[in-house]
Every structure is written in C-alpha cells, then in structure tokens.
C-alpha cells in the first residue's frame, strides 16, 4: 500500500470531514470530502489537514455539505482558502448537497462568490 492511500485512510477518520473515493454521487477517483453536521474550531484543525491534502490533486474535489447544521467562522475560511487556492491553480471544486446553514454563513461574511456556491448568482 502506497503513502498516499494510507495518508486518505487517516484522512477518513477525521471527525470535521471524511473523505471518501469513488463516491456514487460523484466521478469515478473524484476525491469527496464530506463535511460533520457540526463544523466548528475544535475540529478545523483536522478539516484543514483534509483539505491540504486535496489542493493540488488535478481531478475536481468534492464537498459534500449536505448534512452541515452547523458551522463557525474557522469552517468557513478554511473553505474560503481552499477553494481560493485550487481556483488560482485552475482546479475546480464542486459542491454537492445544500446547506441552508453553509449558504446563510457565505451571505453574512460576505463570500458567496467566492465559494463558487451553486444556484448564487455573481
């Protein structure tokens, strides 16, 4: 077993996010991190360590906030840099589920844009 898949097997067992391949939902080796219901400072440490792993992979990466009920200020830039950062390095990240609560966050601070939230007009 390589480094890198034991990297996303430790990865999976993060409490702020999972990571899962090859989810039904999205392309086939299409990496998906799914993110807790409750995304909070306590566990950002964890979500970013997810989220570092994926930044420079070239297949689309996956968030999945469907199940998000809530989210704090730390959650929220950390998805702020890390779409940012994959943006600038022409990699795309797709969302997939809705969160009223993730969409109600990117409206108060001000980064619908960035996020790249589907259904928000620019």
Known sequence: MSTKKLKRKRAATAVAAVVVEDAKATAPSQPTIVLASNCNVKDA??????????????????????????????????????VRDRTARDRKVEWIGDSLVIRDAARLLGVEDLLCLPGVSS
Not at 50 to 72: F, N, Q, W
């Open 45 to 82: 440490g964890e979500l970013k360590q997810s989220l570092c792993y994926y930044l420079d992979d070239g297949a689309p990466v996956a968030l999945d906030v469907g199940k998000v009920e809530r989210v704090d200020t730390s959650t929220m830039q950390l998805l702020c840099a890390f």
